[in-house]
């Protein structure tokens, strides 16, 4: 943004504010600053320098002046040029040929019409310059409180001191036309200085004052926008964007410019689509335009029985559609011209290559499978049912009871192996005989116990 303070200090006439020397670190100061690419190249034999220069003054005010006494100027340098009345303070911003064609540019005719520069400024100028400047921050607070007292419907935005602090300037905004003799009496009452209104839009006021806007950037208008374009709500509409005044309006309460940025494209691209007025007819009745999608080609249509479900239909189907209604015939419906859509997850899917092994995109959609759970404890061995039989050579227990199966009658036959009927097994009578048929005999109590079974 132009700085509000770039004033000079006391050590040689060096610019004190943004402490840059001039140069602000965002260029605002040279606003539109031109780059002086024939500053390293020889005039011809014979040819003059030109004559004209261009000298920045307060928030990035530019005027040219013509150098009458050919002095040795460069960029930078503090100059004492004419004013009306006595004289005011710049600074050298461009020099040499690029000079005319700056003129040129902004249709400024070279004739004797053009302002001359005095003389370098010296060191008693830029005093009177810093005071002066130092000046007008106090006076812009007591300016508006006396615009109040009359109830004036303006808004004083800046003071601009003259270099020799013999005139100051008061910018000002106001929606209509205000009557301000008595505000200037009471001025130069107060100030006792020479007073100049001078009104400026509420876009001028922005780039005077700068700011940031919405996009997170300086504003366009206070670093390199120069010439303020009408901003309509069709620039809006053709770009498809809510008529949201909160949003559109910019800090000057103005349509934002960037909104004609890209309208010629917009533009451009609207050339190639039905208009959105249009209607097409159908067995199943007549359709409207809901909504387009200009750069994609797409427009969705509704039926006027249904206008919940929308069907996106081509541009160019579109167009074939209308030459079809033209004959005084209708399709049959809208379904049969519907683009089928693919969802964007699907088309990333489709357009995934893995190359490098990569895993899937969608592995995490998938449901988790459900672990079988592993038993790692060891078996348990076979134990025998009661009543089962045993063989007389395993190992029993040293107190198994009479009565408890098979091991009672292998007790009973080993204590009397000469026992011809097995006396002392009949606990094992008629328990498992199929076990007791098959066994062979180990010794003389268990053929006791297997004859007493049978």
């Known amino acids: ?14 610019p004190k504010g943004c402490k840059n020397n001039g140069t602000c670190g965002t260029d605002s100061c040279n606003k539109l600053s031109v780059f002086d690419w024939l500053s390293n190249m020889s005039l ?34 503090i100059v004492a040029t004419e004013a009306s009345p006595g004289h005011d303070i710049g600074i050298v911003s461009l020099t ?9 540019k902004k ?65 000002y905004t106001a929606n209509d036309r205000v009557d301000f003799r008595q505000l200037i009496k009471d001025y130069a009452r107060e100030f006792s200085i020479r007073i100049e209104m001078k ?14 806007g919405s996009c997170g950037r300086e504003l366009c208008c206070s670093t390199w926008l120069t010439d303020f374009r009408s901003v309509n709500t069709s620039a809006a509409r053709y770009q498809q964007l809510s008529l949201n005044p909160q949003k559109l309006a910019g800090q000057c309460g103005k349509l934002k410019c960037c909104l004609n940025y890209e309208l010629d494209t917009y533009l451009d691209a609207i050339k190639e689509l039905p208009d959105m007025d249009t209607k097409l007819y159908t067995e ?27 069907h996106m239909i081509d541009a160019e189907q579109v167009k074939e559609i209308i030459e079809i209604n033209k004959t005084k015939k209708k399709v049959a ?22 190359a490098v092994g990569q895993d899937s995109l969608t ?64 606990n094992n009578k008629g328990k498992n005989p199929k076990n007791n048929r098959n066994r062979k005999p180990n010794n003389s109590g268990n053929n006791g116990n297997n004859e007493g079974k049978k």
């Open 1 to 14: 943004m132009a700085c509000t303070n770039c004033s000079t200090g006391s050590n040689g006439g060096a």
């Open 44 to 77: 011809p034999a014979g040819q003059e320098v030109f004559d004209c220069v261009e000298v920045r003054f307060k928030n990035g005010r530019k005027n040219f002046y013509r150098n009458t006494d050919k002095l040795t100027l460069s960029i930078g340098d």
């Open 96 to 104: 040499g040929e690029l000079v005319k064609i700056q003129m040129r």
């Open 107 to 171: 249709n400024v005719p070279d004739n004797e019409e053009i302002a001359k520069i005095y003389r370098k400024a010296t060191q008693k100028d830029i005093d009177i310059w810093r005071e002066a400047r130092d000046r007008e921050e106090p006076m812009k607070v007591i300016a508006r409180e006396l615009a109040i007292r009359l109830n004036l419907e303006m808004k004083i935005s800046d003071i601009e001191f003259q270099g020799d602090a013999s005139k100051a300037t008061f910018y």
């Open 199 to 212: 009104q400026v839009g509420f876009r001028q006021e922005a780039a005077r004052l700068g700011g940031v």
């Open 284 to 310: 199943k009745g007549d359709a409207y335009c809901q909504k387009v999608d200009i750069f994609k080609g797409k427009m969705w249509f509704a039926y006027a029985n249904d206008t919940a479900h929308w």
């Open 333 to 354: 419906s809208l379904e049969e011209f519907v683009v089928e859509t693919v969802s964007e997850d699907e088309n990333i899917e489709k357009n995934f290559q893995n």
């Open 363 to 426: 592995r995490f959609d998938k449901p988790k499978r459900k672990k079988r759970p592993t038993n790692n404890k060891k078996k348990k061995q076979p134990v025998a049912k009661e009543g089962g039989n045993t063989n007389a050579n395993e190992k029993q227990p040293r107190q198994a009871k009479a009565g408890q199966g098979g091991n009672s009658g292998n007790k009973g036959g080993n204590r009397n192996s000469n026992n011809p009927q097995g006396k002392g097994g009949n």
